[in-house]
């Protein structure tokens, strides 16, 4: 989850026929998550309280990866349980076989909402970085 207090911010923007998620947070899981409430933004303008939250847990062998597997976990999500997860909360920790994601989304229904096709995550022109106020992501999305 995210830590309390952490400052967390995200921006869409435009990408040729893509969009990007531009994110900055104080830690990992932090930006982890504003990604992912990015990407929910990427799809829906207006989102409803309802919905349950459900867990969510991705490791890979680099931090890159894990983002790429954690967003690709969100959408696989979406499909299966017919939820836009919304309000991510994430916590990302180093394991002896690479690194960890435990977090959290509040599933709204896709029957509530009027939901934007948002196919899958890319490599293409990401960056995950450490910087001097915290961390940093830019992911494109294929719509």
């Keep these: 989850m995210t830590e309390t207090g952490e ?5 869409l923007r435009e990408h040729t026929a893509d969009v990007a998620v531009e994110a900055d947070a104080t830690t990992l899981g932090g930006v982890f998550a504003a990604v992912a409430d990015g990407m929910a933004a990427a799809m829906c303008d207006d989102v409803p309280a309802s919905g349950d939250r459900h867990d969510v ?3 890979a062998e680099g931090r890159e ?3 790429f597997d ?3 976990e969100l959408i696989y999500e979406r499909d299966v349980r017919s939820v836009l997860p919304v309000g991510n909360e994430a916590r990302v920790s180093e394991t002896a076989g690479g690194w960890q994601v435990a977090g ?3 599933g709204v229904p896709l029957a509530e909402v009027d939901a ?5 995550v ?13 961390w940093h992501a830019y992911v ?4």
């Design 65 to 67: 990866a894990l983002l």
């Design 116 to 120: 934007r096709d948002l196919k899958a």
């Design 57 to 59: 847990s991705v490791t």
């Design 104 to 106: 959290t989304y509040r």
């Design 140 to 143: 494109v999305f294929d719509v």
């Design 122 to 134: 890319t490599y293409s022109e990401m960056d995950l970085s450490e910087r001097a106020t915290g």
């Design 7 to 11: 400052s967390a911010t995200f921006a």
């Design 70 to 72: 954690y967003l690709d």
